[in-house]
Every structure is written in C-alpha cells, then in structure tokens.
C-alpha cells in the first residue's frame, strides 16, 4: 500500500470508530478492553516495530504516509476528531490504538537489571523511569502497589517509545514482588535518602555488578518504612550541593546508571 487515497470521506469526532477509540481516555475501558492510545509519530513507529500490537491507527490526511502498513486499519479524521484523541495542546497527527504489553512477573526475561516503581502516581516520573531504565539497558519495569497506569496517556508520552522496548510488569503487591526477585537471585537496592549506605561507596566496594532491582518510592513521601526494610540495602545518593534532595526521575536515573556502568565493565 502506497498510501491512503486522498478522496477518502475524513472521520469526524461523531464517528462512531473515533468515538470508540476516544473511551480509552478512561482507566476502566482501556482496563476492559486491554487497549490504550499511542500519540505522535515516536510511539506510533515503535508500536508498529512490535508484531500484531496495533488495531488501527487515526491520522490527519497527508501525516506520515511512510508508515501505511498493508492490511492495517488506517483512518483519515478531520483535526478535530484528533484533538478528540489526544492530550496535548497541538496534536502530532497521528494516532494509534494499541494492545496492552505488560507482562506476568515470571515472563520477564533473564536480566541483570531491573527497576521496581512503588506507589508512583506522576505519569511523568513514571513514563521517564521505564524511558531511564529502557537507555541503562534495564531488562524490564515493574508497577507495583497503587501505581499510574502504565498506559495512561502522559506515561506513554513521557516514556519517548520505550514503553514498547521493554517488559512491564504490574504487580499489585510490593512486600511480594521484592520477596520474589530476592528469591530468584536480585540484590534489591532500595533508593532512599535516609539509606545507611552511599551510592559511591556501593559502586567502589563492586556491589552493583551483581543482578540488581532498583526499588523506587513515591515522589513525595518516598518508600513506606516497612517496604524499604525489606530490601537487601538502602542506598542514598550523596547531595554534593545545597539542593534539599533529586526528584524521582533523576534519582532513578542516577541509580539505574550507575548499576548499568558497573555491569557492563565485567
């Protein structure tokens, strides 16, 4: 397919394909339906690399022609029905529904590196670790506790694609999921500002050439005391200046990091 013909009648937000679509903007449906929405051309052509992962894609006439994929729904709407089905103040032009990706806890693959976000409610922060944890080479993310939905519309976004290059795992509970990577051989490092140990003095004594879990808490109040306790280690970063403390992403970004450069020079 060459692309979409240019006399094709343009859907418009009182379709009922674009309505449909629009319902996934709700936890609940895309719960029910396990689909969600990809924006922009970015995750569109990830999602497309993964085999079978997108039912239809809506598109403005003349946006992104290249990526027309024989035998996939691809509907022409007017702006709009896409400003109906997206988030953002001006629109990309494109965008796809998608099935959801997650998988079980005991699907992941073999990794030496993975990163936990626990009760982590930013679609923000949450999308930017699992895109730090996809750049450090990590071999998945796992949502557990009362996270964001990994499909939420600012997570996608904020994950640049890399919601698409690794496992997600969405475990409801914390105390289990790390109790089961320390089971299956994981040093989990709880990254916490009170932690009784140093990010660099780990780094020295070669503890973070191990298999890692990262174990990170909520933006605002951190990791409940009971959680962070069953952890192998609490780690801090050091603060070298005046700044009261990292925020969550940069935090996870440092941690994730720092395990990737002391794997990859064994």
Known sequence: MAGVPADVPLLTSKSNRVRAAR???RRAFRAEQRLFLAEGPQAVREALAIPGVVREIFATPGMYPELVTDGLSWHLVDEQALASLTETVQPQGIVAVCEFLDVAREELPSADLLA???????????????????????????????????????????????????????????????????????????????????????????????????????????????????????????????????????AAAVCLYASARAQHRT
Request: hydrophobic share 45%; aromatic share 4%; charged share 20%.
């Open 23 to 25: 319902k996934l903007a």
């Open 116 to 250: 936990i976000c626990a009760d982590v409610r930013d679609p923000g922060n949450a999308g930017t670790v699992i895109r730090c944890a996809d750049a450090a080479g990590a071999g998945g993310v796992i949502l557990t506790g009362n996270c964001v939905d990994p499909y939420n519309g600012k997570v996608v976004r904020a994950s640049a694609g890399s919601l698409f290059h690794l496992p997600i795992v969405v475990e409801p509970d914390p105390a289990g999921t790390v109790a089961a990577l320390q089971a299956d051989g994981y040093a989990v490092l709880a990254a916490d500002g009170a932690g009784e140990l140093d990010l660099d003095d780990v780094t020295d004594e070669g503890l973070l050439s191990r298999r890692t879990a990262w174990l990170f808490g909520n933006e605002a109040w951190g990791l409940p005391t009971e959680l962070a306790a069953l952890a192998d280690h609490r780690v801090r970063i050091p603060i070298h200046g005046k700044a009261e403390s990292l925020n969550l992403a940069t």
